[in-house]
RNA sequence: GGGGAGAUACUCAAGCGGCCAACGAGGACAGACUGUAAAUCUGUUGGUUCAUACCUUCGAAGGUUCGAAUCCUUCUCUCCCCA
């Protein structure tokens, strides 16, 4: 069994953690648990690190279970949040849970012996639990005193709160005292925004049976220049493959700045402490080459996705950012392109429109949404940010079949880094 | 219950009868420079459009006026002080 809180703290992945976990996690093999908050019909990249704080879990010889909030969905948590939140439609809590478990399915080893992992779901113990089981079983043994204490409800004493969300805290804590009981689960793991939840169940645990629990948090991941993690271009990078192609999901890594590679190396790879000091060593002498960001992308697009998407999304990317002029673009086959181009934004258009000539604002705003209107495809064009296969145009180009590539296809690019393809239907 | 302050675009925040689609800052997007990095500099940032045009915005609804984000009335909400 090694080290798992070492592990942790190299990688920078330790932010609290209760006095004793350590000499237990040394002790024996323990079983410890993450929750998911099924907020959302696919986990996101945010929800990686605990993912990753699960597998490592798992490698240092433990057994580790995540658990869906099929039960906590259903009332909201507080913490982090400054504003009440809109409850979730039953039948969709339903099928993001069911999205949720799918994704958490592939990164744990489930048959393995022993520290095999298992994944519950707290609506399973508290379906048949009725609301006044409930505050006598777990209410009376806290105090609201103790619960008016958490960050996450004391920030919102001005604002405001409803009672279900006061009462998050204590269905967490409740979930805890669960796995305790029943399956002698003895740590709860999570982002440090739950360490007032998790507490509260070790709490409850204490009161209810006299039992000692355990609890360890994650830091928040943050980007050196202080912005949030997990976001690109306005949207959420997320697991799911239809939300978020492997394309976008590996070039959403290949652009980690510098300054945060080294970092989200620890966190999001498998590689050792040897391996990861290597690599950034050899990116200190060479930094255009970006071995971090491509070891990063690389490990966690296979992960994630698979080699065979890996693959393609590196293909892809030589050609859109290489040194590819519109000669190399155009001695590619149509197969290949649509193939390596998968995960791209596609549009299509009709031979015969092209033909008659099609001006380029119209094409981009009108035959296709590369922009949502024609003022700004002009406002984009003006400041020179639209390219046609690779070869930057103005406001007033006109295109027709000569712009097609393999008669089949046109690449457009908005920016530096959004990539289109238009297609004839 | 009494008194006071306020509600402006993604956020913060000016404006206090025409020169307001609304200063400025942040954010976002784009350009240059680079390494598909960071920092820096530049541009854009209500919509349709491209014209010295029209439409919709300044908490909501009415009103005064040639003309209102700006004045009046009512309403809704927020904050502060006193009880």
């Given at each position: 069994?090694?080290?798992?809180?070492?592990?942790?703290?190299?990688?920078?992945?330790?932010?609290?953690?209760?006095?004793?976990?350590?000499?237990l996690l040394?002790?024996e093999m323990t079983k410890g648990y993450i929750g998911f908050?099924?907020?959302?019909?696919?986990?996101?990249?945010?929800?990686?690190?605990?993912?990753?704080?699960l597998?490592?879990f798992q490698?240092?010889?433990h057994k580790p279970m995540a658990l869906v909030g099929g039960a906590t969905?259903?009332?909201?948590?507080?913490?982090?949040?400054?504003?009440?939140?809109?409850?979730?439609?039953?039948?969709?809590?339903?099928?993001?849970?069911?999205?949720?478990?799918?994704?958490l399915?592939?990164?744990l080893?489930f048959?393995?012996g022993a520290n095999s992992a298992e994944l519950v779901n707290n609506y399973d113990w508290f379906?048949?639990m009725?609301?006044?089981?409930?505050?006598?079983?777990?209410?009376?043994?806290?105090?609201?005193?103790?619960?008016?204490?958490?960050?996450?409800?004391?920030?919102?004493?001005?604002?405001?709160?409803?009672?279900?969300?006061?009462?998050?805290?204590?269905?967490q804590g409740y979930d805890f005292y669960h796995l305790w009981k029943n399956e002698g689960v003895k740590l709860q793991m999570g982002?440090?925004?739950?360490?007032?939840?998790i507490?509260?169940g070790t709490?409850l645990i204490?009161?209810m049976a006299?039992g000692e629990a355990f609890a360890?948090?994650?830091?928040?991941?943050?980007?050196?220049?202080?912005?949030?993690?997990?976001?690109?271009?306005?949207?959420?990078?997320?697991?799911?493959?239809?939300?978020?192609?492997?394309?976008?999901?590996?070039?959403?890594?290949?652009?980690?700045?510098?300054?945060?590679?080294?970092?989200?190396?620890?966190?999001?790879?498998?590689?050792?402490?040897?391996?990861?000091?290597?690599?950034?060593?050899?990116?200190?002498?060479?930094?255009?080459?970006?071995?971090?960001?491509?070891?990063?992308?690389?490990?966690?697009?296979?992960?994630?996705?698979?080699?065979?998407?890996?693959?393609?999304?590196?293909?892809?990317?030589?050609?859109?950012?290489?040194?590819?002029?519109?000669?190399?673009?155009?001695?590619?086959?149509?197969?290949?392109?649509?193939?390596?181009?998968?995960?791209?934004?596609?549009?299509?258009?009709?031979?015969?429109?092209?033909?008659?000539?099609?001006?380029?604002?119209?094409?981009?705003?009108?035959?296709?949404?590369?922009?949502?209107?024609?003022?700004?495809?002009?406002?984009?064009?003006?400041?020179?940010?639209?390219?046609?296969?690779?070869?930057?145009?103005?406001?007033?180009?006109?295109?027709?079949?000569?712009?097609?590539?393999?008669?089949?296809?046109?690449?457009?690019?908005?920016?530096?880094?959004?990539?289109?393809?238009?297609?004839?239907?």
């Amino acid at each position: 069994m090694s080290n798992f809180i070492d592990e942790l703290k190299w990688r920078g992945m330790l932010h609290d953690v209760m006095p004793g976990t350590e000499d237990l996690l040394q002790k024996e093999m323990t079983k410890g648990y993450i929750g998911f908050d099924p907020t959302a019909d696919s986990l996101g990249v945010g929800n990686l690190v605990q993912i990753m704080t699960l597998m490592h879990f798992q490698k240092a010889g433990h057994k580790p279970m995540a658990l869906v909030g099929g039960a906590t969905g259903r009332v909201g948590d507080p913490s982090g949040k400054s504003q009440e939140r809109n409850l979730l439609e039953i039948d969709q809590l339903q099928h993001n849970q069911d999205c949720q478990r799918k994704q958490l399915e592939r990164f744990l080893d489930f048959n393995c012996g022993a520290n095999s992992a298992e994944l519950v779901n707290n609506y399973d113990w508290f379906k048949d639990m009725g609301f006044l089981d409930f505050i006598r079983v777990a209410g009376k043994h806290l105090t609201v005193n103790y619960m008016l204490a958490k960050d996450s409800v004391k920030s919102r004493l001005e604002t405001g709160m409803s009672f279900t969300e006061f009462s998050y805290q204590l269905i967490q804590g409740y979930d805890f005292y669960h796995l305790w009981k029943n399956e002698g689960v003895k740590l709860q793991m999570g982002g440090s925004d739950q360490w007032g939840n998790i507490t509260t169940g070790t709490e409850l645990i204490r009161r209810m049976a006299g039992g000692e629990a355990f609890a360890l948090t994650t830091p928040l991941i943050k980007k050196a220049d202080g912005s949030k993690f997990g976001k690109s271009e306005g949207g959420n990078i997320w697991l799911d493959p239809e939300k978020t192609s492997p394309y976008h999901f590996y070039q959403f890594w290949l652009n980690a700045a510098d300054s945060d590679a080294g970092s989200f190396l620890r966190i999001f790879s498998l590689k050792n402490k040897e391996e990861i000091e290597a690599l950034e060593a050899e990116h200190a002498e060479a930094p255009h080459t970006r071995v971090l960001q491509r070891a990063l992308a690389e490990e966690v697009t296979e992960r994630v996705h698979s080699r065979a998407d890996l693959d393609n999304a590196i293909s892809a990317s030589d050609i859109l950012f290489g040194k590819g002029t519109e000669e190399s673009l155009r001695s590619l086959n149509s197969a290949t392109l649509m193939n390596i181009f998968e995960g791209v934004d596609q549009f299509e258009l009709s031979r015969d429109q092209l033909s008659a000539g099609i001006p380029i604002i119209d094409l981009l705003a009108e035959s296709t949404a590369v922009f949502p209107s024609k003022g700004e495809a002009r406002k984009m064009l003006q400041a020179n940010g639209v390219s046609i296969n690779k070869q930057k145009v103005g406001a007033d180009y006109v295109l027709d079949t000569k712009d097609l590539l393999n008669d089949q296809l046109i690449l457009v690019q908005k920016g530096k880094k959004n990539y289109y393809l238009i297609r004839l239907s």
